[in-house]
């Protein structure tokens, strides 16, 4: 089935070519916007708050279940998302928006780490140092 809109042609590609540690903070950056989003009306609307909620949960389910275990951080990182997603379903059914601010917080600094991550693996791609270059293990997805 061919896609006839640049936009969704464009996000799919982005999808497919995308390395793991690109996916993940793909899937970062959509959580962030739908838990700002479910800020903004949850003020509104406190009994849509399951609905709301939905596709960050949705994400941090699909992060959890997708954890590399064998990863050092990988059982730390599934039980971070498994926290994000209880304080959503939380919030959802409490209505307390003040409760989205610590999933805020831990995306925010997870946008932040793996970009930091991503300037350092692209820096040591550049050394000359093989080792240096070498890429770990993902937490997110084995490989």
């Not at 949705?58 to 954890?67: E, G, M, R």
């Amino acid at each position: 089935m061919e896609i006839t809109d640049p936009l969704a042609q464009y996000r799919q590609d982005a999808v497919n070519t995308a390395t793991a540690e690109q996916l993940v903070l793909m899937l970062y950056r959509e959580a962030l916007a739908q838990v700002e989003l479910c800020r903004e009306r949850l003020s509104e609307s406190p009994r849509q708050g399951l609905q709301l909620t939905e596709q960050a949960r949705n994400i941090f389910a699909a992060l959890a279940d997708n954890v590399n275990l064998g990863h050092s951080f990988g059982p730390a990182m599934r039980d971070l998302y498994l926290y994000c997603w209880r304080t959503l379903l939380t919030v959802a059914t409490s209505g307390d928006v003040e409760g989205l601010d610590p999933v805020e917080r831990v995306l925010k600094n997870l946008i932040a780490g793996l970009e930091q991550y991503r300037q350092r693996q692209a820096a040591a791609s550049t050394a000359t140092d093989q080792d240096a270059a070498r890429e770990p293990m993902s937490v997110n997805f084995a490989g």
